[in-house]
């Protein structure tokens, strides 16, 4: 299946996303986060596309523009094809539904996402820190995270 | 070429009878220093690169008496520090230092371990340095160390147990070293210098220790 038969599918699939205008080197949409798990389960569930595999999901700090992007690399292994969804959040309320009832593997995948970024997974069942201890403040990949016990290069 | 001073030869023998005499000092200091137990503590790429290549065949960890490398802190009396240490690690490390069985030693190996290294600033989680946690007798600086260097400090660890301890004042510890390969000195050279060490430790030749006794005459 070639790019642009992938994206007609998509959009055909849900109206709502659109292909994304950042430079890639795979396809990427961009999706609003109402119409994410929609999104994703017929991402999955398409006999055409089937991308049954999370391959990762991360999200980045754009602290100038306000914004969470969320990034979730999907990967379809009978047609070998790569596929990036994009969803943007606002970084005041950063609350996105979980997709762990698709890819139970979101579940790892979204606490640590939370516990390095702060970003909330809305019916998420056990959104706990993963990686840090229970009782830390803060969340430390933020742009904008300080504490005490880091050091600043001398000028 | 000296890298390590050698012990004065520790062997006297008293005139008049068949006795040799030893320190008994001597004799601990001298097989701990030969029968390092060491407990890997392998959090990073130091522990593949250097601390699994010098136990590996090439270097061969186990021609220098630190050869059963223990998963036990029971059972280890010698922890190799290889990699960098996280906040959520270090009380870990420190309950792994306190059972480990008097005497111990630590040798911290690589950049992060000594100090943190690249991630001494702008860190959230990283420790400047295993001696925030527990005490550290020889630092092996590199990043990663070449196995070499491990060798090396092996080296100037055994020697520090030789000259050091008496078992008159257990716990009196040295003073940390920094143990730098001198500037053209090659892994032949180290390897040379341990084997010819181990050889002059582990052989007494006690015909010719008995030899220079004077015996008396009519015995």
Redesign the interface.
Known sequence: MTTEELFQVITELEPSAKQSEKTSDRPTVEVPPEALVALMQKLRDDPRLSFNMLLAHTAVDWLEERLFEMVYQLYSPQNQQYLAVLVYVPRNNPVVPTISSIWRIAEFQEREVYDLLGVLYDEHPDLRRL???DDWTGF?LRKS?Q?D?????PK | MGLVKKEEYAFDTMPGVDVVLTKIDYVVNWARSNSLWPLTFGTSCCAIEMLMATGGPRHDLARFGAEVTRPSPRQADLLILAGTIV??MAPRLRTLYDQMAEPRYVIATGACTISGGPF??????TI?GADEIIPVDVYVPGCPPRPESLLHGLLTLQKLIKEGQTIRKPGVRHKPVISEIPEGVSREDITAEMVELLEHDSVVNIEETLGNLERPTGI
């Open positions: 990686f840090l201890e430390p995270y504490d016990f880091i050091l600043e290069r | 906040k959520r001494l600033y702008h860190s959230y989680s400047r």
